[in-house]
């Protein structure tokens, strides 16, 4: 009964973690599209509480949930999709990081990209999720 509460949060942590992972670039589509003084001040306050309040709780809420489960499994660590999936979720890790370094450079006022980069940053998190919810579902090899 431990792993299926367990099961459950480590997906709700996933889920309000990626939906950080969706917005918070958003944002900086926005931020990056906007002109005057208000709304840049506006864009930072709500990445920063959207980065700090949601996306990093909720990251490390994944990681305990997910890291006990495999503590309860660890036979799932001798299987090729979960060093896989894994791999991903470290990948993912490292795109949580850069969007907060992001945050930071636009509080400071030191974006240098434009919307249209923002844009397609905004769609790796997709990729990652697809991949993941693949291999943990089908789990191909």
Same mark, same amino acid.
Request: glycine residues 8%; charged residues 15%.
């Given at each position: 009964?431990?792993?299926?509460w367990?099961? =459950?949060?480590h997906i709700?942590?996933?889920?309000?973690?990626f939906?950080?992972?969706f917005?918070l /670039?958003?944002?900086f589509?926005?931020?990056a #599209?906007?002109?005057?003084?208000?709304?840049? @001040?506006r864009?930072?306050?709500? @990445?920063?509480?959207l980065?700090?309040? %949601?996306?990093g /709780?909720?990251? %490390?809420?994944?990681?305990?949930f997910?890291? *006990?489960?495999l *503590?309860?499994?660890?036979?799932?660590?001798? #299987?090729g *999709?979960?060093? =896989?999936k894994?791999?991903?979720?470290?990948?993912?890790i490292?795109?949580h990081?850069?969007c907060?370094?992001q !945050?930071?450079? $636009? =509080?400071?006022? @030191?974006?240098?990209?434009?919307?249209? $980069?923002y844009? *397609?940053?905004? @769609?790796? /998190? !997709?990729?990652?999720l697809?991949? %993941?919810?693949?291999? !943990?579902?089908?789990? /191909?090899?």
């Amino acid at each position: 009964m431990l792993y299926l509460w367990l099961k =459950a949060f480590h997906i709700i942590s996933i889920v309000c973690w990626f939906a950080g992972l969706f917005y918070l /670039p958003r944002l900086f589509v926005y931020h990056a #599209q906007s002109e005057d003084s208000v709304s840049k @001040e506006r864009f930072s306050i709500m @990445e920063r509480k959207l980065y700090r309040g %949601i996306m990093g /709780p909720a990251m %490390i809420a994944a990681l305990i949930f997910g890291g *006990w489960l495999l *503590w309860l499994s660890p036979g799932f660590l001798s #299987q090729g *999709w979960m060093h =896989a999936k894994l791999t991903l979720v470290f990948l993912l890790i490292g795109y949580h990081h850069m969007c907060g370094a992001q !945050v930071k450079r $636009f =509080a400071r006022g @030191e974006n240098t990209r434009s919307h249209v $980069f923002y844009r *397609w940053f905004n @769609e790796v /998190p !997709v990729v990652f999720l697809l991949a %993941i919810v693949i291999l !943990v579902v089908v789990k /191909p090899f």
